[in-house]
């Protein structure tokens, strides 16, 4: 079917089961790569601009604000381009040049708060696009406690349903701003009451607890220091996990390497998580992993051999344990 805009090309994204051990549960990836922008933020960056329409917040020609650590960024960059609004992306140094470029691409403007400094700087970016908004009339749209962010994954939520039915287990996701799994999980649980609901972060961040610590997985968790925002359902999600930056990246390039499947840093952390889960949870058990973003964003980080040496990431031992976990 023809469509006549960018965004009605938004959703609908494949389902891809993974080759897991005998005996294991079924693993089945919801491929969000497969949107515009190559990321499921694109989702709820569309929904924050309608909800904000329909309130009245945004009017024609207006100017769009946020703090992004990059696929947010790109969502709201490609819908402002498409209504014709302004945007300023706020980020700081852990946004990859990938999201950074694209974000230019669409024509949106970038302003890095963290200088020189390495790493997150959310409390920061948060800062300064709150200000920015006041200054100048723009609307923050302001992602870790819009409803606008879980609402716009009801789709997702209905689209699993439609294909898997009422035969979903588990449901793992990452969990940054929290939009994506709560989105998701609080419809599939109104569907399927006895749905698990399954958190992972980054190791360092505190969404769930523990000492906060410097990570590299980007678009996920919450730096110590930050906010949690409202969006996190803490009463909706039954379990929280970590994941290593080296479970998370080496489980993207085994991924890669062995079946040619290209995913983003964070969801390597879910991916390896739901593959432990699957281990004991037997055959009859189905496991959707949300896969928020593909790995080509990521080529010259978690692919490149060079930069992984140079942080001290390579484990064989997680890459041992994915060869058990997969066919």
């Given at each position: 079917?023809?469509?006549t805009?960018?965004?009605?090309?938004?959703?609908r994204?494949?389902?891809?089961?993974?080759p897991?051990a005998?005996g294991s549960?079924?693993v089945v990836?919801?491929?969000?790569?497969?949107n515009p922008?190559g990321?499921?933020?694109i989702r709820?960056a569309?929904?924050?601009?309608d909800?904000?329409?329909?309130?009245g917040?945004l009017?024609?020609?207006?100017w769009?604000?946020e703090s992004?650590?990059?696929?947010?960024?790109?969502?709201?960059?490609?819908?402002?381009?498409?209504?014709?609004?302004?945007?300023?992306?706020?980020?700081?140094n852990?946004s990859?040049?990938?999201?950074l470029?694209g974000?230019?691409?669409?024509?949106?403007d970038?302003?890095?708060?963290?200088?020189?400094?390495?790493?997150?700087?959310?409390?920061?970016r948060?800062?300064?696009a709150?200000?920015?908004?006041?200054?100048?009339?723009?609307y923050?749209?302001?992602q870790?406690?819009?409803?606008?962010?879980p609402?716009?994954?009801?789709p997702?939520?209905?689209?699993?349903?439609?294909?898997?039915?009422?035969?979903?287990?588990y449901l793992y996701?990452?969990?940054g701003t929290?939009?994506s799994?709560?989105?998701?999980?609080r419809v599939?649980r109104?569907?399927?009451?006895?749905?698990k609901?399954?958190?992972v972060?980054?190791?360092?961040?505190?969404v769930?607890?523990?000492?906060?610590?410097?990570?590299h997985?980007?678009?996920?968790?919450t730096?110590e220091?930050?906010?949690?925002?409202?969006?996190v359902?803490y009463?909706?999600?039954?379990q929280g996990?970590?994941a290593?930056d080296?479970?998370?990246?080496?489980?993207?390039?085994y991924?890669a390497?062995n079946?040619?499947?290209l995913?983003?840093g964070s969801?390597?952390?879910?991916?390896?998580?739901a593959?432990?889960q699957?281990?004991?949870?037997g055959?009859?058990t189905t496991?959707?992993?949300?896969?928020c973003d593909?790995?080509?964003?990521?080529?010259d980080?978690?692919?490149?051999?060079?930069?992984?040496?140079a942080n001290g990431?390579f484990?064989?031992?997680v890459?041992?344990?994915?060869?058990a976990?997969?066919?």
């Amino acid at each position: 079917m023809i469509k006549t805009r960018i965004s009605d090309l938004i959703g609908r994204t494949p389902l891809l089961k993974l080759p897991v051990a005998d005996g294991s549960a079924t693993v089945v990836l919801k491929m969000e790569q497969y949107n515009p922008t190559g990321t499921a933020k694109i989702r709820m960056a569309r929904n924050m601009v309608d909800e904000a329409e329909e309130a009245g917040l945004l009017t024609p020609g207006g100017w769009l604000v946020e703090s992004t650590s990059g696929n947010t960024g790109l969502g709201l960059a490609l819908i402002a381009a498409e209504r014709g609004y302004k945007f300023t992306a706020v980020v700081d140094n852990h946004s990859s040049t990938d999201k950074l470029r694209g974000m230019l691409a669409y024509g949106a403007d970038i302003l890095n708060v963290a200088g020189d400094e390495e790493g997150l700087a959310t409390a920061e970016r948060d800062t300064v696009a709150e200000r920015l908004a006041a200054e100048h009339g723009a609307y923050w749209t302001a992602q870790h406690r819009n409803p606008g962010n879980p609402n716009g994954y009801r789709p997702l939520a209905r689209e699993l349903h439609d294909d898997l039915g009422d035969g979903i287990h588990y449901l793992y996701g990452a969990v940054g701003t929290g939009g994506s799994l709560c989105g998701t999980g609080r419809v599939l649980r109104e569907r399927i009451p006895d749905l698990k609901i399954v958190g992972v972060e980054p190791v360092g961040s505190v969404v769930f607890g523990g000492e906060g610590a410097p990570y590299h997985q980007s678009g996920t968790g919450t730096p110590e220091g930050s906010e949690i925002g409202g969006v996190v359902d803490y009463a909706l999600i039954d379990q929280g996990l970590k994941a290593s930056d080296a479970e998370a990246f080496e489980t993207c390039r085994y991924l890669a390497r062995n079946f040619g499947v290209l995913i983003g840093g964070s969801a390597g952390g879910v991916v390896y998580k739901a593959l432990e889960q699957a281990q004991g949870a037997g055959p009859e058990t189905t496991i959707v992993v949300l896969v928020c973003d593909g790995g080509d964003k990521y080529l010259d980080t978690v692919f490149n051999d060079d930069w992984m040496a140079a942080n001290g990431l390579f484990d064989e031992q997680v890459v041992h344990r994915l060869a058990a976990m997969l066919r």
